[in-house]
């Protein structure tokens, strides 16, 4: 008898069995109830963050323009330097406190977390702390 022709246990149809025995061969067959995505959750969690804090963002993004046009014009000012980086440190702060009532001792959601940041402002130094 070859491999193809047995029938796959993943594919069984649990439907057909009673509750308590389908929820044992569920578990035996490594069938979950599905977590909600952490990708998900953690992009509605930021995004809902950057809506209420816009004002942070935009500061830091501005001042960081603003020392960068500076050094580019052969003006290098390190107290507008300073100030897009202390804006830029505020931004990361409140992002890390979100971060950490987010995923207090799961890695798992601190991944997905720092994941979401990362590919939405990929400049501000979240991850790895």
Do not use: C
């Not at 509605?44 to 050094?71: G, I, M």
């Amino acid at each position: 008898m070859s491999e193809i022709s047995l029938p796959l246990l993943g594919t069984l149809r649990l439907r057909y069995f009673p509750g308590p025995a389908r929820r044992v061969l569920g578990r035996f067959f490594g069938r979950r109830r599905r977590e909600p995505d952490l990708t998900s959750q953690a992009a509605s969690l930021v995004t809902e963050y950057v809506r209420e804090n816009t004002a942070l963002f935009e500061r830091a993004e501005r001042l960081r323009q603003k020392a960068d046009r500076l050094e580019r014009g052969g003006t290098p000012s390190e107290s507008a330097a300073n100030r897009a980086e202390r804006a830029r440190m505020e931004v990361e702060a409140g992002l890390l406190a979100l971060r950490d009532s987010f995923a207090s001792s799961v890695e798992e959601r601190r991944r997905a977390f720092d994941h979401e940041v990362g590919r939405l402002y990929p400049t501000l130094g979240v991850t790895g702390r």
